[in-house]
């Protein structure tokens, strides 16, 4: 079943939680004092900011060896095995 809350949309759930996670839940909600179920979801909200910062820091890592060998082999895209093993490491043979 979906209900609106502030403008979204939610599904409501049961969780099963150990003595311990619940014991935990109780606590963080209580000191932030919100609800067990605010608090839960507001752990989800920090998880999905830190996983999309985790996905923002690896494309910026994956873009920053863009252009680090300018001015090398113009061909570099095609010999890169050769570049990179001195040797073709599919073991094709490149004319």
Not at 28 to 34: D, F, I, R, T
Not at 80 to 87: N, P, T, V
Request: charged share 30%; net charge neutral; aromatic share 4%.
């Amino acid at each position: 079943m979906a209900v609106a809350r502030k403008g979204k949309k939610m599904r409501r759930t049961q969780i099963c939680f150990t003595d311990r996670q619940w014991e935990i839940a109780r606590q963080l909600a209580e000191s932030k004092g919100v609800s067990v179920g605010q608090a839960v979801r507001d752990l989800l909200d920090a998880a999905e900011q830190t996983l999309e910062e985790s996905e923002r820091k690896r494309r910026e890592a994956m873009w920053s060896i863009v252009g680090m060998a300018e001015g090398c082999d113009p061909m570099a895209s095609v010999n890169h095995d050769e570049i990179l093993y001195g040797h073709s490491h599919c073991g094709l043979q490149h004319s």
